[in-house]
């Protein structure tokens, strides 16, 4: 008797087993999919229970999540990472945190951006404000139809010092350079910087307008900008002889070389002198 129950048991799972395909098969196919078997299965089971409530939640509730992963990827996608990384670095935030995805690290620079929006102002460095400095002087020349100054230099040209002496002038003053006499070192090295001014802003007002207003000509006229404005301080103190004399004694060597034309000796003593001043 029990046979016989397991037996009609069997046959009737195996019938409702092969119910949904043999209603849907079409009969030129001799064989089937288990996948197509599985689908027809699902859809005789949800025919005859009617069990889709819970589908019907499952897809409102992926829905909502749906929207709400759209929002929070519309909001997340909004910057590069380039450029999250780059404003990160200009608030002086690290880059990435341990553990921190980088949609996190989106979302904390738009935290910081929000309780401190004024931070960047006080995070330019010098090379942006002389960026900055020539722009706006493009910008002058724009508006003045290219008009030039009362001194005929145009105003997106650098401001070149000349204080009139010659190299061969200079050459002749070396010629006792590094020899004991203090006040000599310090004229002849401070000429010896303008003179290299000189040559070098020369060179960058003697390039095309289409060379002055390009990006990187640009950043050239910033960066000889920002070395002037770095150099008064030392400038300062050579022409008051009041330059401390350990720094004296690089530069004159430094000086040295570099009008014999040994630049290697030359900015290797330069680092391993700026490495000396910075540790004391």
């Known amino acids: 008797m029990l046979l016989i129950y397991s037996s009609n048991s069997l046959f009737d799972l195996m019938r409702l087993r092969l119910t949904p395909f043999q209603t849907h098969c079409e009969p030129s196919k001799k064989y089937f999919k288990r996948a197509d078997l599985n689908a027809k299965e699902r859809e005789e089971y949800l025919r005859r229970f009617g069990a889709k409530t819970d589908e019907t939640e499952f897809d409102s509730n992926k829905t909502a999540k749906g929207g709400n992963a759209a929002d929070d990827s519309s909001e997340h996608a ?3 990472r380039k450029d999250v990384i780059r404003r990160l670095r200009e608030r002086g935030e690290p880059i990435l945190l341990f553990g921190e995805t980088e949609v996190e ?7 910081s951006e929000i309780l401190e929006p004024e931070v960047n102002k006080g995070l330019r ?6 960026l900055e400095k020539v722009d706006q002087a493009f910008l002058d020349e724009i508006l003045a139809t290219q008009a030039q100054n009362g001194e005929g230099r145009s105003t997106i040209d650098v401001k070149v010092p ?5 190299y061969e002038e200079i050459q ?8 004991g006499e203090k006040e000599l070192d310090m004229r002849v090295i401070t000429h010896f910087i303008q003179f290299l001014l000189l040559m070098w802003g020369n060179r960058l007002n003697s390039r095309t307008a289409a060379e ?4 990187r000509g640009k950043l050239a006229c910033a960066t000889y900008t920002q070395t002037q404005v770095y150099l008064k301080p030392l400038l300062r103190k050579l022409k008051t002889k009041s330059l401390p004399e350990d720094i004296l004694d690089s530069l004159t060597e430094i000086t040295r070389f570099m009008m014999d034309r040994d630049y290697i000796k030359a900015v290797e003593l330069a680092r391993k002198a700026s490495h000396s001043f910075r540790n004391g």
């Not at 460095?125 to 002389?130: G, H, L, M, S, W």
């Not at 002055?212 to 990006?215: E, F, I, L, N, S």
């Open 172 to 179: 002749k003053m070396a010629a006792e350079l590094g020899k």
């Open 125 to 130: 460095n010098d090379f942006q404000e002389a």
């Open 162 to 166: 000349d204080d009139g002496i010659t």
């Open 105 to 111: 690290a989106f979302v904390r620079l738009r935290r």
């Open 212 to 215: 002055k207003t390009a990006v």
């Open 78 to 80: 909004t910057l590069p």
